[in-house]
């Protein structure tokens, strides 16, 4: 069997097409990878679940927040306004998450953890 002309620039226009969407699905899956490891996206993770934390601690209770994590190394923890800021690696900026407690909450940072304080 001989393949004509046409049917053979048909195939390798197949071909084309479908090796220029496996690289389209490549690079958005690479994009998509990089962005959920950003620093950013491990800063607002730990700020929820820290919220989620405080939001259900009862009075009379200490959470421990190790500074090494595997989402990276904690550099500070800040309440403000009702908002808790987790400061990974060099950034700066953070949205911070907010918590709503009936008790009061401190923070005391020791040198290989962070204590929050539930009152």
Known sequence: ??????G?????QI????????????LFFAAASMRANSDNAKQQ??????????????????????????KGTI?????KN?????YIGN???TKGYPYFSKY?????GEPDKFLIKIK
Request: aromatic letters at 4%.
């Open 1 to 6: 069997m001989k393949m004509n002309k046409k």
């Open 8 to 12: 053979a620039e048909i195939i390798q």
């Open 15 to 26: 071909l084309v097409q479908i090796l220029i969407v496996a690289a389209l699905f490549v």
């Open 45 to 70: 993770v730990l700020e929820k679940q820290l919220a989620l934390l405080i939001d259900s601690a009862k009075a009379e209770t200490t959470l421990t927040v190790y500074k090494a994590q595997m």
């Open 75 to 79: 550099e500070n923890i800040e309440l």
């Open 82 to 86: 009702g908002r808790i800021f987790v």
């Open 91 to 93: 950034t700066k900026i």
């Open 104 to 108: 009061g909450v401190e923070i005391e």
